[in-house]
């Protein structure tokens, strides 16, 4: 007789409301002005203008079942649902329609310091994580020096968690929801915060679970990493499932999907582009470099990728992070603007600015691409990110060498070789 799902979900729906037009009411003049518009903001509902609401699904029907002991990740590109999802399954929210079902203890790491108490210490907030849990506090206590050491916070573990650092934060939130046992361990993207040496134990860790029997839900936009770790990828796309199997088979497709030809994307206005009250993105794009940016993309030819987007916070410092991966989703370069003379480490005003980085001829090899685009302030704190902000190919070149097929390796420059003739 097989045993029941750990995780059973059937006709999930989740509807959220956007509102258009947010008013300020901080003071009596806010309060007034509000009034008087009022009139006006109905003469251009009927008048056919953008409603003040709108309401949309984050998800649309979504069935699946998980298995005891089965690692799954959740893929998709922002926006898909993933987040949704878990915090449905979380108990964070609420479904609009269908149900889920839930066999066994669920451990949930949807942000940094999930369920942390900020005025309560490390070591109060652990107790706290492993009560919610329905654990015994001997249990915990068994586990506590465990939970402490993986997270390196030793001296900080009777300070409240408010003054924690992120990356504290972080490993202390993760070491909880990994060391407490739980039969279900959700997590979502994180090991897109902390080092290099922490993302390493995390990926360790979360390993060690999987071959404990334990359920895992892993959302992550490092495919390898959900390679490595999954058997199964569950691949949303707008809120529904697009795919759902073998994780090589589903990470493939998903990769060359958003490898597609995406060589230009624009938006018209600010409320209309992809962005939050701090920036906006105006025009994506990706050219030869040729003085018209015509032609097509070759190996001989390089590339310019262009970033043009509006700021909307005065004198925030601003910076752009361009990662750029090949088809099999490794990272063969992070570009960043450290050459960049006149903004660089400069506060923006507001208003519109263009990016343009130039790669040089022979670099890439020829292969399918995706660009990833991270816009950062301060140098530290990322305040938009797009996993595929933009997709494109480079076609190979004749050359006069008998070689026929794809040079192997992740670039391809042109190197000088000297050979000589020796008694």
């Known amino acids: 007789m097989s045993m029941p799902p750990a995780i059973r979900v059937q006709g999930l729906w989740k509807e959220y409301v956007v ?21 006006l903001r109905r003469l251009r509902q009927l008048g056919g203008a953008v409603p003040e609401q709108e309401r949309f ?12 002991g089965e690692v799954v990740g959740v893929i998709g590109r922002n926006g898909a649902g993933k987040s949704t999802l878990l915090k449905i399954l979380s108990r964070i929210t609420a479904p609009t329609k269908g149900r889920i079902e839930v066999r066994g203890r669920l451990a949930s790491l949807l942000e940094v310091g999930t369920g942390f108490h900020p005025e309560l210490s490390g070591r109060e907030n652990i107790y706290l994580n492993g009560a919610i849990l329905g654990m015994t506090r001997a249990e915990v206590a068994r586990k506590f020096d465990e939970i402490v050491a993986f997270a390196e916070v030793e001296k900080f573990i009777d300070t409240p968690v408010k003054r924690y650092s992120s990356g504290m934060y972080v490993r202390l939130a993760f070491a909880v929801a990994a060391h407490l046992e739980p039969e279900i361990l959700v997590i979502d993207e994180v090991l897109a915060v902390g080092d290099a040496k922490f993302q390493k134990r995390c990926l360790g860790k979360m390993r060690d679970i999987s071959t404990q029997g334990r359920t895992v839900l892993f959302v992550s936009h490092n495919m390898l990493a959900v390679q490595r770790l999954c058997d199964r990828a569950v691949w949303l796309d707008a809120g529904q499932i697009r795919a759902d199997g073998e994780v090589a088979l589903v990470v493939g497709d998903y990769l060359r ?8 994307r624009s938006w018209p206005t600010p409320d209309t582009a992809p962005g939050n009250e701090q920036v906006a993105i105006a025009r994506l794009a990706v050219e030869p470099l040729t003085p018209d940016g015509g032609g097509a993309l070759t190996v001989a030819t390089g590339a310019r990728l262009i970033v043009e987007y509006w700021n909307h916070v005065p004198s925030a410092a601003l910076n752009l992070s361009l990662h750029i991966f090949s088809s099999d989703d490794t990272l063969v ?5 450290l050459t960049e003379r006149n ?9 519109r600015f263009r990016c343009t980085c130039e790669l040089p001829p022979h670099l890439l090899n020829s292969d399918k691409y995706r660009v990833e685009l991270l816009v950062v302030r301060d140098q530290a704190q ?17 050359t006069d060498t008998a070689w026929h097929g794809r040079f192997p390796g992740v670039v391809r420059p042109q190197i000088h070789w000297t050979t000589e003739q020796l008694a």
């Not at 509102?19 to 009139?39: C, I, M, V, W």
């Not at 903004?343 to 208003?351: A, E, H, V």
């Not at 990322?382 to 004749?398: K, Q, S, T, W, Y």
């Open 333 to 337: 370069l992070n570009a960043v603007p």
């Open 382 to 398: 990322i305040i938009f990110r797009d996993d595929f902000a933009l997709g494109f190919e480079v076609m190979d070149v004749p």
């Open 57 to 68: 699904w984050a998800l649309r029907d979504v069935s699946f079942d998980i298995a005891p």
């Open 257 to 264: 999907d958003g490898t597609d030809d995406r060589r230009e």
């Open 19 to 39: 509102n258009h037009a947010q008013e300020r009411h901080g003071t009596f003049y806010d309060l007034l002005a509000s009034g008087l518009k009022a009139p």
């Open 343 to 351: 903004w660089f480490g400069r506060p923006f005003p507001q208003g």
